[in-house]
């Protein structure tokens, strides 16, 4: 078996599963679907990729990335996008969303 980074088969970069019951759980994916991250690991950490804030019925605020195609727009820019961030990751402490990862939005 070769090391990650030294083999040219990039198949642990992601897969499509189009049997999916939920498939696309995100709308306006341009490049293969990756199903890969699922269930993002970003889930727990400070990431630049769009989420609201809500309290749970515990009382607990949470994410909710359900706006984020970040992990699942294509194999190889999924992937190096969760390294990324898994790098040096930072724990998530409840706050909303930065301005400077807010998406742009136009005003109509």
């Not at 040219?8 to 994916?29: D, L, W």
């Not at 898994?86 to 109509?108: A, I, K, N, T």
């Amino acid at each position: 078996m070769q090391p990650k980074d030294s083999t040219s088969n990039e198949s642990f970069k992601g897969f499509t599963n189009r049997e999916c019951p939920f498939y696309p759980c995100h709308q306006g994916v341009r490049r293969e679907f990756n199903c890969l991250f699922c269930y993002c690991p970003l889930i727990a950490y400070d990431c630049p990729g769009p989420y609201r804030v809500y309290t749970d019925k515990h009382g607990l605020r949470r994410k909710d990335c359900s706006d984020c195609r970040l992990p699942h727009d294509g194999y190889r820019a999924s992937w190096a996008f969760i390294q990324k961030w898994l790098e040096q990751p930072r724990v998530w402490d409840g706050h909303e969303q930065s301005e400077r990862y807010r998406p742009f939005r136009r005003e109509r």
